[in-house]
């Protein structure tokens, strides 16, 4: 049905004019370029994946499902990580604060100490005034959550901390300093709190990471995804046409063009439609399209559909097919007879 092909693509996109022959349906045409040639393609996809240690075969849903919930874990385990590290970023920090805020002490316990041993035991056993850090404290409440009454007590790992600082590094530590870096922690804690305690913050911090990779990661497609349902039918590339289709006593059956038979004149000798053998006759003929479906009825109650187009196609000349050949018929099923739906 084609009868000239031009490429007409420039600079501003690809543009392929197909011209077609007069008596060509472009409809079936398309079907036929889709089915037959690259301008459209199918791929499979292998839905096999590991669910719970075990593969398992999913279907779409499933398979959104479970990375969902995949991606539920690595946040979760990830919020946990960065919590634990920013407590214990914090935790130090309020260490170093009351060093900064007792700097006096602090070093005269240290350079009073025979050695880094006596030093730190010095700074455990020591207890300082909660009211000269209590800014500090409430900011990360929830790390010192465990810290009662007037008085602090440092942490084996605050006075190790306080001891890997060299005496100038210490000296030139500054409260505010510390407190915004205390803040920056307070607003973090918070904000990792929210995520394990509340899941829809957790889906909030997914779909925003899932929309800041399609941001730096997607590309415009340049050709489309549609479902398999879609797709092309055998039927779809097949041309209407008009069929007579003929049935015989013996149960041969065929389809002829219609064009086959011409109009005859007057004294004309006619056409015969059917060739048969002496002792078989034709009993049904009508005259439908390619694609009207056809209904037999056999003697034991049953229906059988099928399409023209699927029939067996033969010139005048010829006797067909049997039906048996056709259908799925049983030991001693015949068909009685042949209908075409309008």
């Known amino acids: 049905g084609v009868s000239d092909i031009r490429d007409e693509s420039n600079r501003e996109g690809v543009r392929i004019v197909i011209d077609l022959k007069r008596d060509a349906t472009p409809e079936v045409v398309l079907n036929q370029l889709w089915r037959h040639t690259p301008a459209q393609g199918s791929f499979p996809a292998n839905m096999l994946a590991i669910r719970g240690g075990r593969p398992e075969l999913l279907n779409l849903r499933e398979i959104i499902a479970a990375f969902i919930g995949f991606r539920e874990q690595v946040i979760t385990r990830r919020s946990k990580f960065e919590l634990n590290k920013a407590r214990e970023r914090a935790h130090l920090l309020l260490g170093l604060v009351i060093a900064v805020t007792n700097l006096d002490e ?168 059917m060739s048969t053998k002496d002792e078989d006759v034709v009993t049904e003929l009508f005259v439908t399209s390619t694609h009207t479906p056809v209904l037999f009825f056999s003697n034991l109650g049953k229906v059988y559909r099928y399409k023209v187009w699927r029939l067996p196609e033969g010139g005048p000349a010829t006797r067909g097919r049997p039906m048996i050949n056709l259908l799925p018929l049983a030991p001693g099923e015949t068909i009685s007879t042949v209908l075409p739906l309008p």
């Open 106 to 273: 602090v070093v005269r316990i240290i350079r009073g100490s025979a050695n880094a041993t006596a030093a730190r035991m010095a700074l455990l056993q020591r207890e300082w005034p909660v009211a000269e850090i209590a800014p500090y404290l409430r900011l990360v409440e929830a790390v010192e959550s465990e810290q009662t009454g007037d008085l602090y007590r440092l942490s084996d790992l605050q006075v190790r901390a306080i001891l890997d600082l060299r005496l100038h590094r210490l000296t030139a530590l500054g409260r505010d300093e510390i407190g915004d870096e205390l803040k920056v922690l307070a607003a973090s804690i918070a904000e990792l709190l929210h995520i394990l305690g509340d899941r829809a913050k957790l889906y909030e911090v997914m779909r925003g990471e899932l929309i800041a990779i399609r941001d730096e990661f997607a590309t415009p497609r340049r050709s489309e995804i549609a479902a398999a349902a879609n797709g092309i039918d055998d039927e779809d590339l097949i041309e209407r046409e008009d069929m007579v289709v003929t049935v015989t006593m013996q149960g041969y059956i065929k389809r002829t063009s219609l064009d086959t038979f011409r109009a005859q004149a007057r004294g004309g000798k006619g056409r015969a439609g």
